[in-house]
């Protein structure tokens, strides 16, 4: 048998809380990859540094060639070299001016040109809070690049004796053409770098080469990412904060439901209700109102089934006591017409109790024949036809006459087990004719209306006592027709038409015929069963 839990922290609250920040986990992640945002900024970076070379490039051509004569045309290395730093001085570029040959004449990186004796390298910066965080992200695009990236980037060398056959983009710019190109160094830092041709008079005198770290993207992605954090901390914090919430407002009182449950099944003295959650205009609050209507029900079959019981007990124990005592006598009586007078009682009892056996046999596996059972759609008009056809057949052709009286333009078709219903209505009439006196007459009608199948049975005697019109509803109701031989009937059939009623959604009522003058001229049952709309 499982046990409830008992612990703080029940398993639907830590599984709301899962599937709460699962789901922002991957929604952080998503958007602190910001991959599309990255590329947008290189490809801006790229253009920036493009317009700058071409700018650069017309400046040297103009500026740093050695003679006005076109056929001249070369490159002037220390005017060159000084154009270059100068051109660069107030950028974080770092540019290389190679000759129409390929050969490096001027390095923005070295104040004396290229292999010159001073290198100039920009200081790190100072070491801030984030670079934790830094770091993280950082593993994260290496692992991210791992899963998703196509294809890995070029590896960015540099040799000590640079030339213009060692770039791409600088063949390029030399053969006229500019072009770009994106490089990733031994430890994964992004390198950019534009080549276009230094030209005078239409005439290629070299090729520019600027090029530079994504420092600057790096840090704009950062910044991006540092605020997305942020948020994301709220966010955090927010939906665990609403996770619990909603935990406690679902986890709580399914738990106390669960709770008032068990103590509902182990206590016997009715002291624990299920809590009362019918405020709550939510799927819980329904089940908080079935589950109190289910423990009321439960209830009530609890105490219906202790009178069954005790009901039983009664009806059984009374032919016992009159065989037993039959029994007894006929040991000491030897006169034989007392002996024979005693034997008929004796079989009367044990028919009296078969009957209340298999009354009680029938009624007590209803409820369960009733919820197990199939409905059909069934015609009440054709049922009452044939039950009369077979009750005049069969009965007693002395006693009474039936007339039947059937609406013939109305659709007498209910949803239900017509085995049962047929069971109604043969008590009905059984009981009718019971109470009828010989020649008398039992009418039998059945109608349509306002949307319920109406059918009525109703007899001659002498009517029900007054204020008993519910009482003969009830289980071993005992008031019979005079002249009747006591224990013929088990006081079962009504209180069983009337539990098949019910469990066909319809209502039974009994009440008095009566003359204009109020005299009671007979007793009249009338059930009332849903129509079938199908």
Not at 82 to 100: G, I, K, P, T, W
Not at 191 to 196: E, F, M, P
Not at 392 to 408: C, I, S
Not at 525 to 533: E, H, K, M, Q, T
């Amino acid at each position: 048998m499982r046990r409830l839990r008992t612990g703080h922290v029940s398993p639907l609250t830590l599984r709301i809380l899962a599937v709460n920040l699962i789901a922002l986990g991957f929604l952080f992640a998503g958007m602190t990859y910001l991959d599309e945002y990255r590329r947008g900024l290189v490809n801006a970076q790229l253009a920036r540094l493009e317009g700058d070379a071409k700018v650069f490039a017309a400046a040297i051509g103009e500026s740093a060639s050695g003679t006005e004569s076109v056929a001249q045309n070369e490159l002037v290395p220390l005017l060159a070299q000084q154009m270059v730093r100068r051109l660069v001085e107030a950028s974080n570029v770092r540019a290389r001016l190679f000759d129409d040959t390929g050969a490096l004449i001027a390095d923005s990186l070295y104040l004396l040109g290229p292999g010159g004796l001073v290198e100039v390298k920009p200081l790190p910066p100072p070491k801030a809070s984030s670079q934790t965080v830094q770091g993280w992200l950082a593993r994260y695009d290496r692992i991210v690049d791992l899963i998703w990236r196509p294809k890995d980037l070029p590896l960015y060398i540099e040799t000590g004796e640079q030339s213009g056959g060692g770039y791409s983009e600088v063949a390029s710019a030399l053969a006229g053409t500019a072009e770009s190109r994106l490089r990733r160094t031994t430890n994964g830092a992004l390198v950019l770098s534009v080549a276009t041709p230094v030209q005078r008079y239409k005439e290629v005198l070299g090729a520019l080469m600027l090029s530079k770290g994504a420092a600057d993207i790096d840090a704009a992605v950062l910044k991006v990412r540092l605020d997305l954090v942020k948020w994301f901390l709220v966010a955090f914090a927010v939906t665990v904060l609403l996770s619990l919430y909603l935990a406690g407002t679902i986890a709580r009182p399914i738990g106390r439901l669960a709770q008032a449950a068990k103590l509902v099944r182990r206590d016997r003295g009715r002291r624990h209700l299920i809590p009362d959650f019918g405020d709550r205009l939510d799927e819980i609050g329904d089940l908080a109102i079935e589950l109190r209507e289910m423990t009321e029900a439960l209830w009530d079959r609890i105490d219906a089934i202790e009178q069954f019981a005790l009901d039983v007990a009664h009806e059984i124990k009374n032919p016992l006591s009159s065989l037993r005592s039959a029994v007894e006598t006929a040991a000491r009586v030897s006169d034989p017409s007392q002996r024979e007078r005693l034997m008929s009682i004796i079989l009367q009892d044990v028919g009296r109790l078969d009957r209340l056996i298999s009354d009680i046999s029938n009624a007590s596996r209803l409820d369960a024949e009733l919820s197990r059972a199939t409905s059909e759609p069934v015609d009440i008009g054709r049922m009452m036809e044939a039950i009369v056809e077979v009750t005049e057949t069969t009965a007693d052709q002395r006693k009474n006459t039936l007339a039947l009286n059937v609406d013939a333009d109305s659709r007498l078709i209910v949803n239900g087990l017509e085995d049962r219903l047929v069971q109604v209505f043969r008590n009905l009439i059984a009981n009718a004719m019971s109470f009828t006196p010989e020649g008398g007459v039992i009418e039998l009608s059945a109608r349509r209306e306002n949307g319920m199948v109406v059918a009525e049975v109703a007899d001659s005697g002498p009517g029900i006592p007054e204020g008993r019109e519910k009482d003969i509803f009830t289980r071993f109701y005992s008031e019979r027709p005079k002249g009747e031989t006591f224990g013929v009937h088990s006081g079962l059939g009504l209180s069983i038409s009337k539990q098949i009623v019910d469990a066909h959604g319809g209502t039974i009522v009994a009440q008095n015929r009566r003359e204009p003058d109020g005299t009671v001229i007979g007793a009249r049952f009338i059930v009332r069963l849903p129509a079938f709309s199908g």
